[in-house]
């Protein structure tokens, strides 16, 4: 299988200039260049900069210059420490995989669309140059199922408008369910060789998501250790999560209930992602990973430490979720005494 050569152990930069209040004091500060020192340092070689369209636009979709120039900035401290970057429009003028932006309106729209378009061709503009050390992510993790064939639509029409600029800057696609494994298969064959599919991976949601309040049906108070049975996995699952994704109930189905979760679970989650890119030989990499700052850090090591091994056995480049806060902190103060041995994982 392709390897994304150069983006095989990385950190998000989540919460900066994304799923952020936009305010001059947060781009000034959540992240400066002593952090993209401090990542290399750890012996990291990219970061995946999540970015909303209300850094470079307004309301009316006209251009911010400050906003391009704060990418730039980003772009200029990855090159002076030796890291490279994937760009990702985290939201979009009329979607966002958080329903609490009340964006809406994208995929019924080609208004939008068309702004869309816009917007990447203006980053191809400004930014293709950079190829050697730069990708691009054309939207962080679409929601319904029922938007897959709009969005290879989109996502076709988008690739080309963005090769008339720069014909062969990586580009990520990433499908339904929020970026699933399970939606793979649906997305659009590769147009070029320099297409990547990118999935999101936080199973078992159960367990890297206890207690969080964005989840519907769950219980805030709800904790559980990483060592449990398949049998616990799967009741808790059904008890706590609406609408959970077939593919990891599957999971659970295929063990025996009565063991403790173990390698062979993610071993099975990765099988599918791995067929879909071997067969279209196209690169593959997990964009987002993590636990939740509810777990302990001790249990989230142990996640950590067997998803980080199928990630290896096959190749697949990575960015753990999230740097700072975000609910899920790397350099966050609770992670101290087992950040050392995490970060050899990565």
Not at 167 to 180: A, C, K, V
Request: net charge negative; glycine share 8%; proline share 2%.
């Amino acid at each position: 299988m392709k390897k994304l050569a150069g983006y095989e152990h990385g950190v998000n930069l989540g919460g900066w200039l994304s799923q952020c209040d936009h305010t001059q004091e947060r781009y000034d500060t959540f992240v400066i260049e002593a952090d993209v020192e401090k990542i290399k340092s750890w012996g990291l070689d990219h970061v995946r900069v999540p970015v909303d369209y209300d850094l470079v636009e307004d309301a009316e979709g006209n251009y911010l210059p400050g906003g391009f120039d704060r990418l730039q900035k980003v772009i200029d401290w990855c090159g002076k420490y030796g890291l490279n970057m994937i760009l990702d429009l985290h939201k979009t003028y009329g979607f966002s995989f958080d329903k609490g932006e009340n964006e809406e309106g994208f995929f019924e729209s080609e208004v939008y669309q068309e702004r869309f378009y816009r917007l990447w061709e203006e980053f191809a503009k400004r930014f293709g140059g950079y190829k050697d050390r730069l990708c691009f992510e054309l939207l962080n993790e679409v929601t319904n199922k029922e938007y897959s064939d709009i969005w290879n639509r989109i996502s076709t029409t988008c690739i080309q408008r963005i090769r008339a600029i720069a014909p062969d800057i990586r580009i990520l696609i990433g499908g339904y369910y929020n970026n699933s494994i399970e939606a793979l298969s649906d997305l659009a064959a590769p147009v070029d060789e320099n297409i990547v599919y990118t999935f999101h991976c936080y199973e078992p949601l159960i367990f890297t998501h206890q207690g969080a309040y964005w989840v519907e049906g769950m219980d805030t108070s709800f904790r559980m250790p990483f060592e449990c049975t398949y049998r616990q996995y799967k009741e808790y699952t059904k008890q706590q999560i609406v609408g959970f994704q077939s593919l990891e109930v599957e999971c659970f189905q295929g063990a025996d209930l009565d063991k403790v979760i173990g390698i062979e679970y993610f071993e099975q989650m990765v099988e599918e992602a791995v067929r879909v890119a071997e067969e279209r030989d196209v690169a593959l990499y997990c964009g987002e990973y993590g636990v939740i700052d509810l777990a302990t850090p001790e249990d989230a090591l142990k996640w950590f430490r067997m998803i980080t091994q199928c990630y290896d056995k096959h190749g697949i480049g990575r960015a753990a979720w999230s740097y700072r806060e975000m609910d899920f902190g790397i350099v966050d103060a609770r992670m101290d005494e087992v950040r050392d041995e995490l970060l050899k994982m990565l």
